[in-house]
């Protein structure tokens, strides 16, 4: 089955180029706060790590909006910048109307399910923002079956595909209910947003020929000669008592 490709004059246009630089500019910015909030917690020797998500405790509320800006260390915060700003810049270009919508809600979901759900403890960092991201992306892909979507979806898999043993509780130190509800509410917002941001597809000039070819069809009868009845261009067949001549 070959899947429908984009019209080149919608994905090659000036408009398409500029909102790919916005979108990378909008994620390295993204990027660049999470940087600076690791480099204040250093400077503040660990102290705004107990801004993190604990679960069912009144102060671990506000971990659901700072938790994506806390790492407590530096292979931690490498490990999500990449995936991080792929992910963002992704969204952003190919789904920028659905991105506005989705993004606030995967902020809050992974860290509101964390806090409800999850084992008492301190959590952080932005990998549960991270899985919904690429989740998003990658199921966003699926359901739309164009090739420019496909294509970025088939290539998270390739490379991001290991993170699915994320979801699983394989390491004590790691916050995997922060990565599976991240994956759920991706999931979830990819199904709920599945008819936004539909890229138009080529049209070719047979399907146009085919099209045209119908609107104009002779009028026969079953022994494939022309029908008396059938108008003709003049419209003199036509009887007179026709209330709708």
């Not at 022994?223 to 003199?236: I, L, R, V, W």
Request: proline fraction near 7%; charged fraction near 15%; glycine fraction near 8%.
């Amino acid at each position: 089955m070959m899947l429908p490709e984009p019209d080149p004059a919608y994905t090659s246009s000036d408009r398409a180029k500029a909102n790919f630089v916005l979108a990378a500019r909008v994620a390295t910015w993204a990027v660049i706060a999470v940087w600076l909030a690791f480099g204040l917690t250093i400077l503040l020797n660990g102290w705004p790590l107990q801004w993190g998500v604990q679960p069912r405790q009144p102060l671990g509320l506000i971990g659901i909006l700072a938790a994506p800006f806390l790492h407590a260390s530096f292979p931690h915060l490498l490990s999500n910048t990449v995936p991080l700003w792929v992910g963002l810049v992704a969204m952003l270009f190919l789904y920028p109307n659905a991105a506005l919508r989705v993004l606030p809600w995967m902020w809050v979901a992974s860290g509101g399910l964390t806090w409800l759900f999850g084992r008492e403890a301190t959590h952080v960092g932005a990998s549960g923002l991270v899985y919904a991201i690429l989740t998003y992306v990658f199921v966003a892909g699926v359901l739309r079956r164009d090739m420019r979507s496909m294509g970025v979806s088939l290539m998270l898999a390739f490379v991001y595909g290991y993170l699915v043993w994320g979801v699983f509780p394989v390491q004590p130190a790691m916050s995997w209910e922060m990565h599976l509800f991240g994956l759920l509410s991706g999931v979830a917002l990819a199904l709920w947003f599945r008819h936004w941001d539909v890229t138009p597809r080529k049209v070719y000039d047979w399907e146009l020929e085919d099209e045209l070819g119908e609107e104009f069809q002779p009028y026969f009868s079953d022994d494939d000669t022309t029908d008396e009845n059938a108008p003709s261009k003049d419209g003199s067949n036509l009887d007179d008592s026709d209330p709708f001549r």
